[in-house]
């Protein structure tokens, strides 16, 4: 486990197979389950985590961009990937080449890619995008039937699926999101009354999947439930879901201070005599908090200024960083890729103790390794400069050893 890094992430299988395990009580024995992997699958990784995926059941896989689909095909998966951007352009070639599967929104990108694949020789599995009133891209309800109609003209698309996407399955008042069903629904019973036959219909995301079951249709797609999170504090139903990802960060310096000594970029942070503080390798080009510092102090001093005038006891602000289970507050601001923590009040540290760091998921950078776990123990790394298996290697606590 040596050598990939001072940060670093570790993704837990264990626990991706858990909540797809959940997910999967929700849902009829016949309803296939889409596992979304689009962002780097929410930043675990693409590739590993699509394999977790589909060794755990997954039917499908759903990315963005073609890129992300590219991405998976080179790595050896055959398994079915919807990209959900339409290709255009130059990108209806590659569509084609690595065997992904379209989603139709206008008639135009419909056009390019039947005439590339003409002159390709191959045919294409498309989905059918239906807006509903998310407002993004899609073909309107009614105009439906139209355009199913005029693809099958061009006779080297296979229409394989139709689909929607809610805008409000994740509030608390559902009445939009069921406002969509219904067009979305009125738009499938009219395909299959002119006699299309469409094996996938869905429209159920994570908070879909959870709240409005009968919306599952054919097929849900899932992202945040199988990652451990929750679309928003609104959704009803609850899972057992456990965490699958931590971010971690390495102490690499610890220095004393003496009183009113400057830290960090426009020495805006002083210190006072005797606090210690230790540098992570961690900053904002690693997607570590790109609020601005100024922006985030004035925040902080008006709610503290608001609670005291209410005579509300000001609570002990959660940290971003812990280091041996303790907060440590961020001291100046975060530098691209180095940031300062107050460690004055924890005992004896010292470079190589390990730093818990909350972050976006999706913000933290690719560069940085993802170090997967099975049953406590790492068994593969993914970096920029390849994979690396572990064997017989436990799980890493300290001492450097990354």
């Not at 965490?243 to 971690?248: A, E, F, G, M």
């Not at 503080?277 to 008006?302: H, K, M």
């Not at 068994?379 to 436990?394: C, D, H, R």
Request: hydrophobic content about 40%; glycine content about 8%; proline content about 3%.
């Amino acid at each position: 486990m040596r050598n990939i890094g001072l940060t670093w992430v570790e993704v837990d299988k264990d626990a991706i197979q858990h909540n797809i395990s959940e997910v999967r009580k929700l849902l009829k024995e016949e309803t296939k389950l889409m596992g979304v992997v689009k962002a780097d699958a929410y930043g675990h990784g693409a590739v590993e985590t699509a394999e977790i995926m589909l060794d755990s059941g997954v039917d499908f896989l759903g990315v963005n961009t073609t890129e992300e689909g590219i991405e998976l095909r080179k790595a050896g998966i055959s398994d079915p990937i919807l990209v959900f951007n339409p290709g255009i352009g130059d990108e209806a070639q590659q569509l084609i080449r690595y065997d992904l599967t379209v989603t139709l929104a206008s008639l135009k990108v419909a056009e390019i890619i039947s005439k590339t694949a003409y002159k390709m020789g191959e045919e294409v599995r498309a989905h059918i995008k239906i807006e509903t009133g998310f407002g993004r891209l899609g073909i309107l309800p009614e105009e439906a039937v139209r355009f199913a109609k005029k693809v099958e003209e061009m006779g080297n698309i296979e229409l394989e699926g139709v689909y929607t996407h809610f805008a409000t399955a994740a509030e608390r008042n559902k009445s939009y999101a069921y406002e969509q069903f219904g067009l979305f629904k009125k738009a499938v019973d009219d395909l299959i009354s002119e006699g299309f036959e469409v094996p996938l219909k869905h429209a159920a995301n994570s908070a879909a999947t959870l709240d409005i079951p009968e919306t599952h249709m054919d097929m849900v797609r899932v992202g945040n439930l199988i990652y451990g999170q929750y679309s928003s504090g609104d959704v009803s139903k609850k899972l057992d879901l456990k965490n699958t990802w931590l971010l971690k960060s390495t102490v690499m310096f610890v220095r004393e201070f003496q009183k009113s000594q400057a830290v960090s970029y426009g020495s805006e942070a002083r210190t006072k005599k005797g606090t210690v503080l230790a540098t992570l390798p961690i900053g904002f080009a690693d997607g570590f908090t790109l609020l601005p510092e100024r922006l985030a102090f004035n925040l902080r001093f008006f709610l503290r200024r608001g609670a005291e005038r209410l005579g509300i006891k000001r609570a002990q602000p959660a940290s971003l960083i812990e280091i041996k289970g303790q907060n440590t507050p961020i001291v100046g601001r975060v530098a691209m890729q180095h940031t300062m923590v107050d460690v004055t009040k924890l005992f004896n540290i010292m470079p190589g103790d390990v730093a818990d760091v909350t972050a976006r998921r999706t913000s933290v950078s690719s560069r940085i390794p993802r170090v997967y776990y099975t049953g406590g123990h790492p068994y593969k790394a993914a970096t920029i400069t390849g994979t690396k298996v572990f064997k017989g290697v436990e799980k890493h606590e300290a001492e450097g050893d990354l």
